[in-house]
């Protein structure tokens, strides 16, 4: 099969060139330059093309199948896996492709948390909150939800906030209330792999600007007419990029003007110690917002509160939210309400933030300051390449260290968007690990001599 003939480029590559084989199979599946099925070369022949010695790509075909990418065949081979379970072993490229997940902070009580609620939670009236709950959420749950948007400065009653199953499922309802087939939404050159499936499926044109500036968009509605904007206002998933106050002011003035809707996903807003005020909270009447808890807290709490520019809209929201997932967890609603109550959700947020701020500073001190994008406070960073670097092959070399890449193109709206990686700083890796795996990459950007070699 076509994977006889394969043989990969491991070059210049850093570490042991098992792994950087095994980095390379598992690039070259992600890439579509091996299938699934495709018999790699025998190992003798693969060492011979590569000039290494037999037992590297021994170790590197062992590790590639204790990764779930090959299998081997006995003396027919070794070859990509093809089998049912294939697709629920993902390759070290694909591993937590889209889950930019805070990192675990041993400090934090989120688990004490939890029971200490379930307790409080026993009770008659406790137990009626983990019932069904009426479309958009109970009436205590959005005044949770409202009394946390007002952090950024968004000021709304209740009723204009729904509680939905996480932010992807927020972002499924406004765009099916307000969105049709070739209406026109601008947004970043990279974004959000959830709204882009949503657009996908609903068949909106995206519109990619360079910079998230009024003047961009100005120009971009110039061409033709936009319905909406699409906009993570702070710490950008995945370009970490921050909208500056005075620019979210102009934005806002320039919609309102321009009649063009705000979607603004706003996951890390409440993370930074002093958040910025929300675009939508200098536009109300044409703002769509959405503040996830999954993305500073935990993951295990799917929950986000979507506020709609009026009542009627968030009605409308409630409906097309129950329509898809009936209602957002009702335990994890009733425990961030009383975690807002008690001030414990601030000692969450707070636990996630140090940790965060920790792993930045880290981050810096070993790829440098000026190397690559990220917030103080968040937990993943953006770091260009050189465009004739194959992304997909270090973030797969990465992934063997336990670092969670992902390459532009799977953010990119467009083809030719600049090439870069987003990693992930936060999720299970713990802080040894997490050290150990920086430095592995500044080996792997940077050459003995201090001159750069894969970094813009």
């Not at 590197?60 to 204790?66: C, G, N, S």
């Not at 097309?320 to 601030?346: C, I, K, Y």
């Not at 810096?364 to 300051?369: C, I, K, Q, Y």
Request: hydrophobic fraction near 50%.
């Amino acid at each position: 099969m076509a994977g006889d003939a394969w043989a990969p480029d491991i070059a210049g590559a850093a570490g042991p060139k098992y792994k950087a084989v095994t980095a390379a199979i598992s690039a070259a599946v992600a890439g579509g330059e091996l299938r699934h099925g495709d018999r790699l070369p025998p190992q003798r022949d693969l060492a011979a093309r590569l000039g290494i010695d037999l037992t590297t790509v021994t170790k590197a075909y062992d590790l590639a199948r204790q990764r779930g990418l090959i299998v081997a065949r006995g003396r027919a081979g070794s070859f990509i896996r093809d089998d049912a379970r294939s697709g629920e072993v993902a390759t070290a490229a694909q591993s937590d492709i889209a889950m930019n997940s805070p990192p675990i902070a041993a400090e934090s009580g989120l688990v004490e948390a939890m029971t200490s609620a379930l307790a409080t939670l026993s009770g008659i009236d406790g137990l009626a909150r983990l019932h069904y709950q009426r479309p958009g959420g109970s009436a205590a749950d959005r005044e949770t939800g409202a009394a946390l948007l007002a952090r950024t400065g968004l000021a709304c009653d209740a009723e204009q906030v729904i509680v939905s199953a996480g932010a992807q499922n927020g972002l499924h309802a406004i765009a099916s209330a307000m969105l049709k087939p070739g209406d026109r939404v601008a947004c970043g050159l990279h974004i959000y792999p959830g709204f882009r499936a949503v657009a996908r499926r609903i068949g909106v044109v995206l519109v990619p600007v360079a910079a998230m500036t009024a003047a961009a968009l100005e120009a971009a509605h110039a061409d033709a007419p936009l319905r909406a904007l699409y906009v993570v206002p702070t710490n950008d998933n995945p370009t970490a990029a921050t909208v500056a106050l005075a620019e979210r002011k102009a934005i806002a003035e320039w919609a309102r003007g321009a009649g063009v809707q705000i979607i603004e996903d706003d996951a890390y807003g409440l993370l930074p110690d002093a958040p910025i005020p929300a675009i939508t909270s200098f536009a109300p009447e044409i703002g769509w917002y959405v503040a996830s808890m999954a993305k500073i807290i935990s993951p295990a709490l799917r929950v986000a509160f979507v506020r709609a520019p009026d009542v009627a809209a968030a009605m409308q929201l409630a409906s097309f939210q129950h329509e898809s997932t009936v209602m957002a967890p009702p335990l994890n609603a009733a425990m961030l309400s009383l975690w807002l109550a008690d001030g414990r959700f601030d000692t969450l947020v707070g636990a996630v933030r140090k940790e965060a701020a920790w792993r930045q500073k880290l981050a810096r001190t070993v790829l440098g300051e000026a190397r690559h994008a990220a917030h103080p406070q968040g937990y993943h960073l953006w770091l260009p390449l050189v465009e004739d670097r194959n992304p997909d092959t270090l973030a797969a070399t990465l992934a063997l260290d336990g670092l969670s890449a992902v390459a532009s193109h799977r953010f990119a709206v467009s083809p030719g968007a600049p090439n870069a990686l987003r990693i992930s700083l936060g999720g299970t890796i713990d802080r040894r690990t997490l050290s150990r795996a920086l430095h592995r990459l500044a080996a792997h950007l940077w050459s003995p001599g201090g001159a750069a070699s894969d970094i813009v």
